[in-house]
């Protein structure tokens, strides 16, 4: 039996990253970031760097203009709609989960648009204020090269959406484009963010050292906060402040081939069946839209080996997508010998007659592919912090892989603290709900910086203020034309 394992071990092996393995992955993803940052090399890098226009992290002493904001959450497995009422130091968030069908997923830009105001509508009419006009942040996972804090423009689909006539085009337009057609909605639109800097938004707002996002969800990705002379691409002037939070959009490491020393045949299969093929090569190997489907790879492989099932998959097993990263998790979470979960997972996958070493065999391949993961993200964030140089940093993470796995967490903590240059210390900080109450957030500070512009605005007799804040369409597009032309949007929030 032990030798049995052995050969099952054998197999196994490359999946199992050495720390010298993870030191070249990390010297190669330091000068993956620097070809990103560098205005001669990232029209071809393919880890895009990009600047955001947020320009420092919350310190605690702000005060949002008080009243309601909306945020919406899309890039996930579901698309949220949140509403944010800030009361002097009380605040209060209320939110709702609305499906994305496969269909709206694949299909064309305008109609994932409509449904996504379709939903506004609902959220607004349910939680009876349809009659105001609303400020909005909206998270759009997805990676975007902004223009300024409300303009995003989609460089390319990842994680499973597809929909034609949106790639180059700027999202928040098409968003506003789709609540313009609907009578009953208003809504500013703020500010559009990432979910990594949502998510490192709401955990700056209560821990002062926390200058890395990270998600471990669906997708895989960082930000952190880069010192400006080393953003060559970011040409806004702001003289008194030097940093920007850069979106790295690190899960498309390797997608210039710089990781195929350790992909293996299970990977090229995922990748193989995938949407986007030969793309976010990084984000394949770690995030939750592939872990399943790469334990499900192996496990046929192995029944094909004859090392599995009595060498027979079930249909469910041969079925793409059908072993779900939660099944991952949910092995993961017995002890040694405990099976209680692993049986479950078995029953789900039509394999209810399976041995214990069939199930012994099932618990390896999670472990292994799991922890890969978890090694691969962590020398993702010592790169990141040996590049910050600072003596503390926390990084604050969102995302069901680092949420629900039992051991993600700590496999991180002890694989950093090995691979991390021994005089930067750091705290991994889990993000509640970072990424739609980081977008909302970011749009209290960009409406109390909007009201302060329209201040000095009416000041110079260039605008005159509604008199209360009620649905008011044709007001607005004046205005956001004139604040457009006066002040290109930034944020600063100080
Ligand atoms: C994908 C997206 C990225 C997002 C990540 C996590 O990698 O490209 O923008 O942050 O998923 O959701």
Redesign the pocket.
């Known amino acids: 039996m032990t030798q049995f394992m052995d050969e099952i071990e054998e197999i196994l092996k490359p999946l199992v990253l050495t720390n010298q393995q993870l030191g070249e992955i990390e010297a190669l993803l330091l000068q993956s970031f620097n070809e990103g940052l560098r205005k001669d090399t990232n029209p071809v890098a393919p880890v895009k760097m990009f600047p955001t226009f947020v320009r420092d992290v919350p310190d605690g002493k702000e005060k949002y203009a008080e009243g309601k904001y909306m945020a919406l959450d899309l ?2 497995t579901n698309f949220r709609v949140l509403l944010l009422e800030l009361n002097g130091d009380k605040f209060h968030l209320d939110s709702e989960v609305y499906a994305v069908p496969e269909i709206i997923m694949h299909g064309t830009g305008e109609q994932l648009f409509d449904h996504i105001a379709s939903c506004i509508s609902d959220f607004m009419k349910q939680r009876k204020v349809i009659q105001y006009r609303i400020p909005l942040g909206f998270t759009f ?4 090269k902004q223009e300024g804090l409300t303009s995003a423009r989609l460089t390319q689909w ?2 499973g959406f597809k929909c034609t006539g949106v790639e180059g085009e700027d999202v928040v337009q098409l968003l506003r484009d789709a609540i313009d057609k609907r009578p009953d909605i208003d809504v500013d639109v703020m500010a559009v963010v ?3 800097t949502g998510t490192l938004m709401s955990c700056a707002l209560k821990n002062r050292e926390c200058r890395v996002g990270l ?1 471990i ?5 960082a ?1 952190y906060m880069e010192t400006l002379e080393n953003v060559e691409l970011f040409s806004e002037d702001f003289p008194d402040v030097n940093q920007v939070v850069v ?1 790295t ?4 490491f390797g997608d210039n081939k710089v990781l195929n020393f350790i992909r293996t045949n299970w990977d090229e299969e995922v990748d193989t069946t995938s949407l986007n093929r030969g793309k ?1 090569l990084f ?1 394949k190997m770690i ?1 939750g839209m592939y872990l399943g489907e790469t334990v499900r790879c192996i496990l046929v492989d192995l029944c094909q080996k004859k090392l599995l099932f009595n060498g027979q998959p079930s249909d469910k097993l041969m079925t793409p997508k059908a072993f779900q990263t939660a099944y991952v998790s949910a092995v993961e979470s017995d002890k040694e010998d405990d099976y209680n979960m692993t049986r479950q997972v078995m029953s789900a996958i039509d394999h209810r007659a399976a041995t214990l070493l069939d199930c012994d065999v099932v618990k390896m391949v999670c472990k292994r592919v799991s922890t890969r993961a978890a090694h691969l993200v962590s020398a993702a964030v010592a790169t990141i912090l040996n590049k910050m140089k600072r003596p503390h940093t926390t990084i604050g993470v969102d ?1 069901s892989v680092y949420k629900f796995h039992p051991h993600f967490h700590d496999l991180m903590v002890a694989k950093i603290s090995e691979l991390v240059d021994q005089n930067y210390t750091f705290n991994l900080m889990l993000s509640e709900d970072g ?1 739609g109450r980081g977008a909302a957030l970011v749009a209290a500070v960009a409406t109390k910086q909007e009201h302060r512009r329209k201040v000095s605005l009416e000041q110079m007799g260039l605008y005159v203020p509604p008199r209360d804040g009620v649905n008011r369409k044709n007001s607005r597009l004046e205005l956001d034309e004139l604040v457009a032309k006066i002040n290109r949007t930034n944020i600063n929030i100080t």
Not at 141 to 144: A, I, K, L, M, V
Not at 249 to 252: V, W
């Open positions: 890039g996930g996972s997805f990676p975007c990842t994680k990432n979910d990594t998600i969800g669906t997708g895989t990705n930000c979106n959009e690190l899960g498309a976010q984000e995030s995302g990424s």
